[in-house]
């Protein structure tokens, strides 16, 4: 079964500094990684895939992503974060080959400060 | 280009009276579609998925259903509403190759009094 989990509930982060959400999953064939955000009572916005290729997936608002297969992971970067990034960020992974359903993390609240 | 609807944006209910939410896509054919609900702006559940007309898989057993009576509608019900059938409700659609990522409506507030 496939699963993934973001082990922080909540990343605190200065505006300007570099940002990381953490995310890692569990698929037993190939995965299909995306990052989703989501506003206040918004529905959710795609900002990145990795479907094969290259490692580092850029996406959306700056953010990037990199897929890591030997420690299941796909984290969201972003070089210098803005007030406006903050969100609540969802991971999600979707099983190649076959399945119809993705499955989300939990959800990460990110908080940048002035 | 592709968009999708969703109404009502919010809904209070009693306890007991039914429900109807629907959510419509534009663009497109033969979308795969979903339900979600994400209780306390957190975790998404997923609710039911559909893979065409008429076709409809449920994820979690409970008083809702869900149905597809056209290619591009997908309708969540329920017959008599519970407290904890409150919630924030996503429609969401993608296209039928697995890597195609989910595109997601703006949601339905359902507050169940």
């Known amino acids: 079964a496939q699963s993934v989990a973001q082990p922080e509930d909540q990343v605190n982060v200065a505006e300007g500094n570099p940002l990381t959400v953490k995310c890692t999953y569990s698929?037993?064939?190939?995965?299909?990684l995306f990052w989703y955000v989501q506003y206040p009572n918004r529905g959710l916005q795609f900002l990145l895939k990795y479907i094969t290729g290259d490692n580092l997936v850029k996406g959306s608002y700056g953010f990037e992503a990199e897929f890591n297969k030997s420690q299941t992971s796909f984290h969201l970067k972003k070089p210098s974060a803005l007030v406006s990034d903050s969100a609540l960020y969802f991971c999600a992974v979707r099983e190649g080959n076959y399945g119809q359903n993705f499955v989300f993390g939990p959800g990460t609240r990110l908080s940048v400060l002035p | 280009s592709q968009t999708i609807h969703q109404w009502p944006a919010t809904l209070v209910q009693p306890v007991g009276s039914p429900l109807s939410l629907e959510c419509t896509v534009e663009g497109t054919s033969n979308p795969n579609l979903y339900w979600y609900r994400q209780a306390a702006g957190r975790g998404l559940q997923l609710l039911f998925y559909?893979?065409?007309?008429?076709?409809i898989s449920s994820e979690v057993p409970q008083n809702l259903s869900a149905s597809r009576p056209q290619d591009r509608q997908f309708i969540l019900s329920s017959k008599k509403l519970l407290l904890s059938d409150s919630g924030f409700y996503l429609c969401?659609?993608?296209?039928?190759?697995?890597?195609?990522?989910?595109?997601f409506g703006p949601g339905t507030r359902l507050t169940v009094l």
């Open positions: 698929v037993s064939g190939n995965p299909y």
């Open positions: 559909s893979v065409g007309i008429g076709q």
């Open positions: 969401a659609w993608s296209g039928g190759i697995p890597y195609n990522e989910q595109f």
